[in-house]
């Protein structure tokens, strides 16, 4: 063979070795970034297959009231919380299904709270579905000698007209369902969190922390996507008509 052609040959098949070894080392730091990306966050281990209902719908009311107890001190012998607490929730009527998904997530830390968190972990999945019977079957009634917060005053009277559009109507501009597709007209449906007798401190806390991605265990991302979209006049608007009882069932 010609020194030329040997040569050339040579040449040939080391510029193929070169190109192999940069095409292996772009795989692998595609690969390395890949692997470096966090994980896709999972919004909470809650799937409602028939099995997750009937476990989380099982629950016996009287003994979820002996383990209730302990949680007296915040959320209200009665389900309503204090006058001096208006930002820990009201559970009185509370749909079953739904205390037994927030205490799910709170114990596996989907969603966060440095006092619910150890309370949740305390609690088996029975525990937690005879709690969610107890509230449940609580009435809503008001007793005359109970100091609850709610309901409490709008601080601007202008509000309740903002919240009734957007809790009937939503805003089709951009993209948003009205509020009661998925809370009821009155704020109150099954499998849903309920708003008619919620404190207003509350619920303008859980808003904000969807709006800031701070509480994100809402499945599909429904209250992120919404929240995020609200003016602050409007989260203020919807939090006090709720909280002052405006759209409670009379």
Known sequence: MPHGRWLKGRIGLAVLALLTLVLLWGRAVVMGSDAAEPPVRIPSNVAWTAETIATASSGDAFRGSLIGRRCDRCHGREGFSSSSSPSIPNLAAMDRLVIWKQLDDFRSGKRSSHVMQPIANSLSGQDSADVAAYYWMMPIAPDPQDDRAFPQPMS???HEALAGRLINSGDGSRGLPPCQACHGPIGFVVGAPSLATQNATYLLEQIEAFASSSRA?????????IASQLTEDERHALAESYGAGVFAPR
């Not at 265990?217 to 996507?225: A, E, G, L, V």
């Open 156 to 158: 601007d009277p202008k």
């Open 217 to 225: 265990n809402d499945i599909n991302m429904r209250m992120r996507s």
